[in-house]
């Protein structure tokens, strides 16, 4: 099977603690042999898993930054997030004079590309029968969790593309106009979160992704602070205003593109709520703003700086450049890409019980005998998230009913009561006799 997914284990430093099953949207986790084991076809990328995980077992998989040297002309397009992981600095040219000083040629802002979408979805909105209420496709881990959890809401998603995308698409079709090939283009994504370097590996709605490489903020922050305090007079890079840097914080994208009726919400698990009661048809608005993470991308698994704290100096970035500051004019307008979606998204099916529709039935009529006779209290000990969780496992045949340790005590205690019972049932020719009160011997 190819992984098709960034978060990966590390067995040497796992210990088998649990934290991560219970916190998994999907159950994509379970412990076994005190080692945690993550399903591919589950698993939605959301970091929520490395979050937790105390002992730093979970890790996304990124490109190093060596990777850049492989391509003739080298492009960053850092996320807005990356703006707010310096202290002290609220000058975007800063930290993008910085990047370009690593070794890029060029930079060209992510935060660009979402003034870019908003402006393309506003006109898609107004121009578009499409199912309300809408769900931003922005966050990769919150289309991938409706795939699994909330296909019925598959339709209600926004058939554009993210503004990573976008900016990617921009930047080749730019430099191909000054004469390079596309294949000495290399666009590198500096990315807040693992989905999103999923996402560039392998498109789901899109015949290729124009990024060539993810390099995590985490990854390249040392090296990045280091140049950026050799920084005298940064250059003007900026492009963005703070519609667009706004993204990177949950509701910028529903203020950017100027929705009236919309919420935003942040938290795999907050999303989850609304969109079962959406699923419900409880929900009135026109727009969903959806983000895994806490605070929006701010609060990214591979970012650097409390999300708490990325949000303050979110605030004092957006005041800083609506002032006098340097700007760049990028050409942008002239050049034409497709921002939709080229593929349709479909329902993600994952661990049937059975290929065959008998046997499956049958399973699943086991399953929930097997539940019914669980504990039903989600401890997590056995290693899966949920009762009903171990008992698709066990209906599966990946784990046995003896894993739950208040069924092991339960058989333990009957073997016990077995015992003794055995112990009653000696064999008469090894019993000793019972002396009677007449004498006489017994057996």
């Known amino acids: 099977m190819i992984k098709t997914h960034s978060v990966t284990l590390d067995s040497d430093k796992c210990i088998g603690c649990t934290d991560c099953i219970k916190r998994c949207p999907t159950e994509a986790i379970r412990v076994r042999n005190s080692k945690a084991i993550i399903t591919d076809d589950r698993c939605i990328d959301c970091g929520m898993c490395i979050r937790v995980c105390n002992q730093n077992a979970k890790k996304a998989i990124t490109d190093p930054f060596e990777v850049i040297y492989q391509y003739k002309y080298k492009i960053a397009i850092p996320a807005p997030t990356l703006y707010t992981q310096f202290k002290n600095t609220i000058d975007p ?8 000083s690593m070794g890029f040629d060029d930079v060209l802002e992510v935060a660009r590309g979402a003034e870019i979408v908003s402006e393309y979805t506003r006109r898609f909105i107004e121009s578009h029968d499409i199912k309300k209420p809408i769900i931003s496709s922005a966050c990769p881990a919150i289309v991938k969790l409706i795939q699994i959890r909330f296909p019925s809401l598959i339709n209600n998603i926004l058939p554009i593309i993210s503004p990573k995308e976008a900016i990617a698409r921009y930047a080749k079709k730019l430099m191909m106009e000054q004469g390079y090939k596309e294949e000495e283009i290399g666009v590198f994504f500096i990315s807040p979160c693992a989905a999103k370097v ?9 015949e290729k992704s124009y ?9 390249i922050y040392k090296d990045l602070l280091e140049h950026l305090g050799n920084i005298v007079e940064p250059e003007a890079l900026l492009t963005s205003t703070k519609y667009g840097i706004g993204w990177a914080s949950i509701g910028g994208e529903g203020k950017a593109t ?4 919309y919420i935003a919400v942040d938290g795999i698990e907050n999303v989850i709520k609304v969109l079962e009661k959406m699923e419900n048809g409880k929900l009135d608005v026109d727009f969903i703003e959806c983000l895994a993470c806490t605070n929006g991308c701010l609060g990214g698994p591979l970012t650097v700086e409390n999300s708490f704290v990325a949000n303050n100096r979110m605030i004092k970035i957006k005041n800083n450049i609506a002032g006098d500051i340097l700007r760049r004019t990028l050409p942008l307008n002239h050049i034409k890409v497709s921002l939709d979606w080229n593929f349709e998204l479909p329902p ?3 661990l049937k019980l059975d ?8 399973k699943m009529e086991k399953m929930e005998t097997i539940f019914e006779t669980l504990p039903q209290i989600d401890c ?17 045949g990946e784990a046995n009913i003896e894993d739950c340790v208040f069924m092991l005590r339960q058989k333990v205690r009957y073997m016990a009561e077995e015992m003794v ?14 002396e009677k009160s007449d004498g006489k011997r017994e057996y």
């Open 93 to 100: 040219n800063m930290i993008l004079t910085a990047l370009k």
């Open 198 to 206: 999923t996402n560039s590996r392998y498109p789901q709605v899109v």
């Open 211 to 219: 990024v060539d490489g993810v390099i995590s903020i985490k990854g």
């Open 258 to 261: 100027r929705i009236d009726d």
């Open 348 to 350: 993600k099916q994952v």
């Open 355 to 362: 290929g065959n529709i008998v046997r499956a039935l049958e």
């Open 380 to 396: 997590g000990s056995c290693g899966a998230p949920t009762c009903r969780a171990l008992a698709e496992d066990i209906a599966r």
């Open 421 to 434: 019972t055995l112990a009653q049932r000696l064999p008469t020719s090894i019993q000793k006799p019972k």
